[in-house]
């Protein structure tokens, strides 16, 4: 009989009880998990394995846990679900811009922290993201539209002549939503979704200031925009001719 391989998740808290805490439960939920106190050590551990999804604490004593998801975002499309005590709609908006996958405030119910964590799990494997840090070895999957091309895999926008746009990582999962979904209406609540997993307490208002900063780099003119049109009502639709290369 073949072993099933269980998710490893990796927690980031300086609390060793917590550390305990999470990772007693995430064993007793089915998964393998492992926990470390600082961005450098999980730097180290990420490079040693193939986590599946990273769990940060927000305010390490010594670290901003935005920060270390920023930077594990540039490396990773890993899963990271930030523990917080505020929960504000600044910091689901400053993540959603940021790195973060989801966010669970502080104390957090076990119940409601692992259906997230499947949650994203789920997604993860849906999308068919790579577990591993490197992807050099897949197959890029790029779409064109207008004069702009782009690159699912390697998370990069570049016009026609191959000058890159930088994008945030929530202007990436929003252009990559649209450019899957070419000429749907698209309600508030479904972008949320799609872009944010199960983060439940979302705020629509979140998407909208999303919607803004994507039309300044990718629109001619983002007052009268040719791509992501606002249905009144209804939500926006990306009216583009979106083509698979």
Known sequence: MLDVV???????????????????????????????PDGLTMAARLDQRA???????????????????????????????????QGTAADRILGLETAVDDFVA?????????????????RAAE??????LRTDRLSHERYLFGDWTLNITARELRQRDGTPRELTHGEFALLEVFVLHANRVIDREQLLLKTRSAQSDAVSRTIDVLVSRLRRKIEDDPDNPRFI?????AGYRFAANVVRC
């Open 6 to 36: 269980k998710p490893e998740i990796l927690v980031v808290d300086d609390d060793p009880e917590v550390c305990e805490t999470l990772v007693d439960l995430l064993e007793a939920s089915g998964f393998r998990a492992q926990a470390v």
């Open 51 to 85: 986590f599946s999804l990273v769990i940060i604490d927000l305010r390490l004593k010594k670290e901003d846990g935005i920060e270390l998801a920023r930077q594990l975002r540039t490396r990773s499309r890993i899963p990271i679900i930030i523990l917080t005590g």
């Open 127 to 132: 999308s068919g993201m790579p577990r591993s």
């Open 106 to 122: 502080k104390p957090f119910d076990n119940r409601e922290l692992v259906a997230r964590i499947r949650a994203l799990l789920r």
């Open 229 to 233: 049109c606002t249905e009144r009502g």
